[in-house]
């Protein structure tokens, strides 16, 4: 597919820089009925992969990527979505295997997805106050009360930030990027222990 | 529970184990514990909590090549209710422990908890805000099996030890007999 059939049927996409496959910038107006025209009038019928991205210091902060492969011409095709107001329109209701994986951006990273059927979290529990993967949360994770209050008031345990020394998550002699921050959470370890 | 032994084929023991059946009589005379802690431990029916890779150590351990049922605890139960021993084999998520505890308080006493394999046991290598480290944070563990997953002997062993720990209880009687679920505490 060239760049042109696109831009010209949306003049508000744009052809973004990629190594492996053609990209671009979809305006969220535009989302729907991109994937529809792709879909239906150039053979991208299969949707492989739909996940958020945080962007941290851009406007706006979150991001969803698409990728469409197109099962007759194997090509694939790559859609950059910003979250305005941090809402995306879902495409659930033209590729029903977007439903879970769009639950699953709204539960890492607080993105909603407009008219979306089902929009609960879908891997943490529906209680759950914080968005995971957003990069400002702490890998060892933040004090909650347990998602079944029974059990907490039998067993005392509430959700408690994991220890992060010696773990698989850390780099040993400092941290390799500012990437990283958000694993060296030491609220607890080998040498401060649990309260 | 198993069948009652016939206890008077043991008394066809012979002397040199220091038993002597022509003073004694064909009676043999024991703790009750020590009888129902000896049937408990060669009657243990495993709840398999397969939570993730261990389980499949765990079917292993079920299958002929390791043969789980030279030790009486082939009987693998998916229901809490027909079930003695759960097995928490794999990672158990701040999810998924509101379902582990809740299967464990269906489990009628007298009852016991293997945690197999590193995330059971501690939380392995998932130092994550999502799982919990360690099911000992709410059910009382009886046996801790290392290894990521553990082999199917490293499971055996355990349960040998299992056997071993079932057979040294005390007050087995009054357990069973009391008729309602002994308050379990945590000690942390």
């Not at chain 1, 958020?52 to 859609?79: A, C, M, N, Q």
């Not at chain 2, 046991?121 to 997953?149: E, F, H, K, W």
């Amino acid at each position: 597919m060239e760049a042109a059939v696109l831009t010209d049927r949306f003049p508000r996409t744009q052809v973004l820089a990629s190594q492996d496959m053609p990209t671009y910038q979809v305006a969220g107006e535009d989302l729907v009925e991109t994937v529809r025209f792709l879909r239906d009038a150039q053979g991208f019928d299969l949707l492989a992969d739909l996940c958020g991205i945080d962007w941290k210091d851009r406007t706006p902060r979150f991001g969803v990527v698409i990728h469409l492969l197109s099962t007759t011409h194997k090509e694939y095709v790559r859609l950059h979505v910003g979250a305005v107001n941090d809402a995306v329109p879902s495409v659930s209701s033209l590729h029903p295997g977007a439903n879970w994986h769009e639950r699953e951006a709204f539960d890492m990273f607080g993105i909603r997805f407009e008219g979306h059927p089902d929009p609960r979290r879908i891997l943490m529990w529906d209680a759950y106050p914080y968005h995971p993967l957003r990069k400002e949360f702490p890998l060892a994770g933040i004090e909650v009360p347990l998602p079944a209050a029974d059990v907490a008031e039998v067993t005392g345990q509430t959700v408690e930030p994991a220890p992060m020394m010696g773990g698989p998550f850390v780099s040993p002699g400092g941290k390799m990027s500012e990437g990283e921050p958000s694993a060296l959470d030491q609220s607890w370890n080998e040498e401060k222990p649990k309260a | 529970m198993g069948g009652c032994p016939n206890l008077r084929q043991t008394t066809m023991v012979k002397s040199d184990f220091g038993y002597n059946s022509k003073v004694e009589g064909e009676v043999i005379v024991t703790r009750a514990d020590a009888v129902v802690n000896w049937v408990r431990s060669h009657s243990v029916w495993p709840m398999p909590m397969g939570l993730a890779c261990c389980a499949i150590e765990l079917m292993g351990a079920g299958g002929s090549r390791f043969d789980i049922s030279r030790f009486g605890m082939e009987v693998m139960r998916f229901s809490p209710r027909q079930a003695d021993c759960m097995i928490v084999a794999g990672t158990v998520t701040y999810k998924m422990a509101e379902v582990v505890r809740r299967i464990y308080d269906q489990m009628a006493e007298p009852k016991w908890v293997v945690a197999m394999g590193a995330c059971a046991s501690t939380g392995g290598m998932y130092r994550s805000y999502a799982t919990l480290q360690g099911v000992d944070n709410i059910v009382p563990v009886d046996i801790y099996i290392s290894g990521c997953p553990p082999r199917p002997e490293a499971l055996l062993d355990g349960m040998m030890l299992l056997q071993e720990k079932i057979r040294q209880e005390g007050g087995s009687l009054k357990r069973t007999f009391r008729g309602r679920t002994v308050e379990t505490k945590i000690v942390r």
